[in-house]
């Protein structure tokens, strides 16, 4: 037999160790032998083995990698191993692959490949490869375990260090730094800004001067890009079509007629489905935090909307909390520029507070953690899900730790200048994840149930209906090579102990998860959701995040209870410190 094994070419990718193979077959296997040529970045090491006896069908090649006395131990990433039986008067034979892609550490001991394609635990006809499936599996459930983070949300793995991923887990983040020179005296300065002209020096000055931000400039005081907002930007997951009012928003037809169409009515306009609806119930009695010694404030507002007949969703009421009172006023368009404007603001503040926990950490990080710890635990290498599934969630876990280490943690962002800091943390996370549903993960549903998917001008919807549909499709085909029926669904027992992991350490048993499977169309649309949350959705919910003045992380003023002025809504702003430390 010869062997051809392929060192991944990266530079890093050699070690000085030397390793040990042997070949696994249905009939028997070979001792281990050493590969004497050095495992260089890029090289490929011929061997030649001898078997003593029958090997049968060729299952598996055994890997170790054995630390060279008095030389770093370094990881090896492996690329593959191709073997070829050779018989007397032949030349060598098509090549037998067995892929390995990853990283290999003397101390995990031995490594087994398999060659072949994909398939369910069901079909396996080898018990050697039965057997290899569940130690891979044990292996996994050894080194990552669960852990409660919060109570009442989705589990996270049990990791106190980036070290303890293994290298297969982890990668090096090769981001570009933005230029903060402009940033850094500012930085210390406490004071409040004395004027708009102030913040929009810095923002141009920051690196952030682009076509986007002078747009964003030019256009965010304005009513209808308030509601453009809603629905393109980096949180278009919360407004709703509204046909009956909140009992809690005190506001009136009388009010606002002068906002509608001459002869419409707010009935009618229900009636019509053009009011809509943001309500930021999840953040009422949510504790505020204390930065650098002072109060900070937050706001449950509730927010109606109009489709104009020019197509323009625009805001029409602000009420800043959630239970209507004299010292509670309802803001309208009509109230002086300063004071609409710092209604639209505060909401703008309760929807920081909303996208950064809720839309983007609990919806898509937490999301993929929890499935990236699930597929590992459950799903061997081999499952065809396992592989449909990873190259999504893979770096989640080293993104989640360090978020948990720093981004949340005590001294952290959310500690030294978020409103909702750690304590709201607990309670937003909690309540939240007790509240989502499944239907809202999966986009038709979510927004046919939120009455957007025929908006003008909602571009999320349309390009998010877009992608769900290529996913599908994509999802659709790759579970018709591997179950060809329902039963195949309903017998995978992998799979089902996968579902179960994901419901135990999940969200709420009220959420609509599915528990099991029974066809392919359910399994099918739960997978879609996972890849479009872990991908698509946070695309959209991260690389659109702008810093237009609205979108303020904290107040150091409460909300207004009467109307204010020009320098009042200065006041409600953070201070150069915090605006520079979360920006």
């Known amino acids: 037999l010869g062997l051809a094994v392929y060192t991944s070419p990266g530079p890093t990718c050699g070690t000085f160790s030397h390793l040990w193979l042997s070949l696994i077959g249905s009939q028997g296997?070979?001792?281990?032998?050493?590969?004497?040529?050095?495992?260089?970045?890029?090289?490929?090491?011929?061997?030649?083995?001898?078997?003593?006896?029958?090997?049968?069908?060729?299952?598996?090649?055994?890997?170790?990698?054995?630390?060279?006395?008095?030389?770093?131990?370094?990881?090896?990433?492996?690329?593959?191993?191709e073997v070829c039986r050779m018989s007397a008067g032949q030349k060598d034979t098509e090549a037998q692959v067995?892929?390995?892609?990853?990283?290999?550490?003397?101390?995990?001991?031995?490594?087994?490949l398999r060659c072949g394609n994909l398939c369910l635990l069901a079909d396996e006809t080898e018990e050697k490869l039965k057997l290899q499936r569940l130690k891979q599996l044990q292996r996994h459930q050894e080194l990552i375990r669960w852990r409660t983070f919060i109570e009442g949300a989705p589990a996270c793995a049990d990791l106190k260090s980036l070290s303890e991923l293994g290298p297969n887990l982890n990668f090096t983040s090769q981001n570009s730094v933005l230029d903060q020179h402009y940033l850094r005296g500012l930085s210390r300065r406490e004071e409040p800004w004395k004027s708009f002209s102030e913040l929009e020096m810095v923002f141009a000055h920051s690196g952030r001067h682009n076509q986007i931000a002078s747009f964003v400039k030019a256009h965010w005081k304005e009513d209808w890009y308030f509601g453009y907002q809603c629905l393109n930007g980096c949180n278009p997951l919360l407004v709703r079509q509204?046909?009956?009012?909140?009992?809690?928003?005190?506001?009136?037809?009388?009010?606002?007629?002068?906002?509608?169409?001459?002869?419409?009515?707010l009935e009618l306009e229900l009636q019509k489905g053009t009011i809509y609806l943001l309500d930021y119930e999840v953040l009422d009695t949510v504790p505020a935090n204390i930065i650098n010694g002072k109060q900070t404030y937050l706001s449950a507002p509730l927010c109606l909307l109009h489709l104009n007949p020019e197509g323009q969703l625009v805001p029409i009421?602000?009420?800043?909390?959630?239970?209507?009172?004299?010292?509670?006023?309802?803001?309208?368009?009509?109230?002086?520029?300063?004071?609409?404007?710092?209604?639209?603001?505060?909401?703008?503040?309760?929807?920081?507070?909303?996208?950064?926990?809720?839309?983007?950490?609990?919806?898509?990080?937490?999301?993929?953690?929890?499935?990236?710890?699930?597929?590992?635990?459950?799903?061997?290498?081999?499952?065809?899900?396992?592989?449909?599934?990873?190259p999504h969630v893979r770096t989640s876990l080293k993104i989640n730790l360090q978020a948990r280490g720093g981004l949340l943690a005590p001294g952290g962002v959310f500690d030294h200048a978020v409103a909702s800091g750690l304590p709201a943390i607990k309670v937003l996370l909690s309540r939240a994840s007790a509240r989502i549903c499944y239907r809202s993960l999966c986009v038709p549903d979510d927004l046919l149930d939120r009455g957007v998917h025929k908006l003008p001008h909602s571009y999320y919807a349309e390009d998010a209906l877009r992608v769900w549909d290529a996913l599908h499709r994509f999802v659709a085909g790759w579970l018709d090579?591997?179950?060809?029926?329902?039963?195949?669904?309903?017998?995978?027992?992998?799979?089902?102990?996968?579902?179960?992991?994901?419901?135990?350490?999940?969200?709420?048993?009220?959420?609509?998860?599915?528990?099991?499977?029974?066809?392919?169309?359910?399994?099918?649309?739960?997978?879609?959701?996972?890849?479009?949350?872990?991908?698509?959705l946070h695309a959209a919910v991260n690389f659109s995040q702008v810093s237009p003045p609205t979108h303020r992380a904290s107040r150091f003023a409460c909300s207004p209870r009467v109307f204010v002025g020009f320098l009042w809504a200065l006041w409600f702003l953070p201070t150069f410190q915090k605006t520079c430390f979360i920006d």
Request: proline share 6%; hydrophobic share 40%; net charge negative.
């Open 29 to 81: 296997e070979t001792p281990p032998i050493r590969v004497n040529d050095h495992l260089l970045s890029g090289s490929k090491c011929l061997v030649h083995v001898r078997a003593d006896g029958p090997l049968g069908q060729l299952l598996l090649v055994r890997l170790k990698l054995e630390v060279l006395t008095g030389f770093p131990n370094l990881d090896w990433h492996c690329s593959k191993v």
């Open 98 to 112: 067995f892929h390995c892609d990853k990283w290999l550490q003397a101390a995990e001991g031995e490594v087994d």
């Open 242 to 265: 509204t046909h009956l009012l909140p009992p809690n928003l005190a506001v009136t037809s009388d009010m606002l007629r002068p906002f509608l169409p001459g002869d419409s009515s």
């Open 317 to 390: 009421a602000i009420q800043l909390q959630q239970k209507p009172d004299p010292q509670n006023p309802i803001f309208l368009p009509s109230d002086s520029t300063c004071d609409w404007l710092l209604a639209k603001m505060w909401v703008h503040n309760a929807d920081f507070q909303y996208h950064q926990l809720i839309s983007h950490y609990l919806r898509t990080h937490m999301m993929s953690e929890l499935c990236c710890i699930a597929t590992l635990r459950q799903l061997a290498e081999s499952h065809p899900l396992h592989q449909l599934l990873m």
């Open 481 to 536: 090579v591997y179950y060809s029926k329902d039963d195949d669904v309903k017998n995978d027992l992998e799979l089902h102990q996968w579902i179960t992991e994901i419901n135990t350490h999940g969200y709420s048993q009220h959420s609509g998860f599915p528990q099991s499977f029974c066809s392919k169309a359910e399994l099918c649309k739960f997978v879609t959701m996972i890849i479009f949350s872990c991908s698509a």
